[in-house]
């Protein structure tokens, strides 16, 4: 099979690297819909539904830790479709699950297979863009990421109404197929310095993140903006289809406004690397986030039977995302490119532990009203403010 690498100026690069990211999003979004449905179907509850988003998060958490190394030592190409694989075969088994015993297992692996191609995404624009340029490239592939939580709930519930529940894992299946065909064909291998996989080395490298507090902070507070966002999103199902009414068919366009704010976050950012530094962009992001959840929080108290007063505030929320991310990435992967694997991977698994734990505690306390919804993402975008805070200190104080 003939290769045709895609130069590093070639937009079909940042497209197939966004499709890449997209594999996590989509994996989260496009089972929302049937969640309602899964309960009924597994003769299970909400919390142990939860738990299945949960599941996988935890797989995609833990994974980042050798993802990182691995591909470091090996290079991105042949860990991105080692894991896209296993990928496909989990969603093969959440297909085919009979138990919600089982879809937590299958969804645990899938989170194990779904982490390579985010992570490596992100480590590949690093690889190829350098530390300057990869803040606008990070901004740009969300922008195109964007559009998989837009369609995600949409696809599930289309395919609700003619299919069952188990179609939602075939589909996915069939989208990681396609990627591991793209990878082999198209994507040149971009490591240039292999790392050792010696216990010591690996030890070492996460210790000279661990020991940057400037790169703990950008993680930290990009990963408990993401952790807030995913509770809304594992409580999204619950909250607007049980609790206020909305028919199925109609979920997936609650998500159209969010997926707007992100993308309009996104293209604000590409835009403003050219004038601000990427801390300044940061700040910016986390202040808008913790102003929205606050709103969201009032309004749904005032409003209880509104729809708007969630989805109105939660595109600010995602506009200040589009800020937040791409940038905090770009500030915690600067100093870092001999080992930019693993400082992905590291920042993955703070991001994705985090929501694990926040969307399984959210889970266990989800009743009949969203109020542990509101209180722990108020929460954890006040704390995401206060470490942006701290990024934006030592810019201050170190800027030249």
């Not at 902070?217 to 619950?238: E, W």
Request: proline share 6%.
């Amino acid at each position: 099979m003939a290769h045709r690498h895609l130069s590093h100026n070639s937009p079909w690069l940042l497209a197939l690297l966004a499709a890449l990211v997209a594999l996590g999003p989509l994996s989260v979004n496009m089972y929302l819909p049937a969640m309602p449905t899964m309960i009924s179907a597994l003769d299970t509850d909400i919390s142990h539904m939860h738990l299945t988003l949960s599941a996988y998060l935890t797989g995609f958490a833990i994974f980042h830790l050798a993802c990182g190394p691995m591909a470091d030592r090996f290079g991105r190409k042949p860990i991105l479709v080692g894991g896209t694989l296993v990928f496909v075969v989990a969603c093969i088994g959440c297909s085919l699950s009979s138990s919600v015993e089982e879809l937590l297992l299958f969804r645990f692996i899938q989170g194990i297979g779904a982490c390579v191609g985010p992570t490596l995404a992100r480590t590949i624009t690093r690889d190829v863009f350098g530390p300057t340029r990869a803040a606008r490239a990070l901004s740009l592939i969300a922008i195109l990421t964007a559009l998989a939580p837009a369609v995600a709930p949409s696809i599930g519930g289309v395919l609700l109404l003619m299919l069952p529940w188990p179609s939602i894992f075939v589909f996915l299946g069939v989208y990681g197929m396609v990627m591991i065909v793209l990878i082999h064909i198209y994507l040149a291998e971009s490591l240039c310095q292999p790392q050792s996989l010696h216990p010591l080395v690996i030890a070492r490298n996460f210790g000279q993140l661990f020991r940057d507090p400037l790169y703990l902070s950008a993680a930290v507070a990009s990963g408990l903006a993401y952790a807030g966002f995913m509770v809304y999103l594992s409580c999204s199902s619950f909250v607007y289809i049980e609790m206020l009414g909305v028919p199925v068919e109609y979920f997936g366009l609650i998500f159209l406004s969010s997926v707007v704010g992100y993308m309009l976050g996104s293209g604000v950012s590409a835009r403003l690397t050219r004038y601000y530094d990427s801390e300044q962009t940061i700040l910016l992001g986390a202040t808008l986030v913790a102003i929205a959840t606050g709103v969201m929080w009032l309004w749904a108290q005032q409003f209880p039977d509104s729809i708007t007063a969630l989805v109105l505030p939660m595109v600010f929320y995602a506009t200040g995302m589009g800020l937040l991310l791409p940038n905090a990435m770009a500030v915690a992967l600067r100093p870092f490119p001999h080992i930019a694997g693993t400082a992905s991977a590291l920042m993955g698994f703070i991001q994705m532990s985090m929501s694990a734990a926040a969307t399984a505690l959210v889970g266990a306390l989800l009743q009949d009203t969203p109020t542990p919804m509101l209180a722990s993402m108020f929460l954890v975008t006040l704390l995401a403010l206060g470490l942006s805070v701290m990024v934006y200190q030592r810019y201050t104080v170190t800027k030249p």
